[in-house]
T-cell receptor, first 117, second 110 residues
Framework: EAGVTQFPSHSVIEKGQTVTLRCDPI?????LYWYRRVMGKEIKFLLH????????ESGMPNNRFLAERTGGTYSTLKVQPAELEDSGVYFC???????????????FGPGTRLTVT | QKEVEQDPGPLSVPEGAIVSLNCTYS??????FMWYRQYSRKGPELLMY????GNKEDGRFTAQVDKSSKYISLFIRDSQPSDSATYLC??????????FGGGTRLMVKP
């Protein structure tokens, strides 16, 4: 079974440009998450999709970040315009259908390393 | 104060040693506890997933949870050079958002 895949693996852009990251979850996983790790910090939650709906976007840093999951399959995370502090590694994770009061294991992709210069 | 504290290391041990990795947390709402292993330039790989207090064993790995002390541990027996990686603890409550520790870098020397 294929794991979570992310594209691109590395992106270098200039401040003010736009970048779109893509995540393909494990087949059949309704839940999709975005996380980010900036230099020297721990991995932090950005948002959570259940199918195509945003369940929790409390971790999104500001309105320069836009996440979508059309059709409940793959997801994109767009940063527009990018700022220097957006540099870091962006991870996507997926998990099975959530039951009330139960949390399933989250499986992570390899990440996209974003460098804003 | 961070919700999850984890010693960054590095922790250097000889091959065959027993390794103990630990995290403390402050949020009593956390119910699910995970350990991830992350190799350089790779994504976190799920190693262990536990819910209740007590021990859970999987091969050379044992996860221990003490909810009364808000303390979790991962033990690695007969450590191998291939175990050299960064180990991340993560946890969540009723929601699905994972809260991570900063990771401990482990080096197992042949």
């Amino acid at each position: 079974e294929a794991g979570v895949t992310q594209f691109p693996s590395h992106s270098v852009i200039e401040k003010g440009q736009t970048v779109t990251l893509r995540c393909d979850p494990i087949s059949g996983h309704d839940n999709l998450y975005w996380y980010r790790r900036v230099m020297g910090k721990e991995i932090k939650f950005l948002l959570h999709f259940v199918k195509e709906s945003k369940q929790d976007e409390s971790g999104m840093p500001n309105n320069r970040f836009l996440a979508e999951r059309t059709g409940g399959t793959y997801s994109t995370l767009k940063v527009q315009p990018a700022e220097l502090e957006d540099s870091g590694v962006y991870f996507c994770a997926s998990s099975q259908e959530v039951s009330p009061g139960y949390s399933y294991e989250q499986y992570f992709g390899p990440g996209t390393r974003l460098t804003v210069t | 104060q961070k919700e999850v504290e984890q010693d960054p290391g590095p922790l250097s041990v000889p091959e065959g040693a027993i390794v103990s990795l630990n995290c403390t947390y402050s949020n009593s709402a956390f119910q699910y506890f995970m350990w991830y292993r992350q190799y350089s330039r790779k994504g976190p790989e799920l190693l262990m997933y536990t819910y209740s207090s007590g021990n859970k064993e999987d091969g050379r790995f044992t996860a221990q949870v003490d909810k009364s002390s808000k303390y979790i541990s991962l033990f690695i027996r007969d450590s191998q050079p291939s175990d050299s990686a960064t180990y991340l603890c993560a946890m969540n409550g009723a929601g699905n958002m994972l809260t991570f520790g900063g990771g401990t870098r482990l080096m197992v020397k042949p």
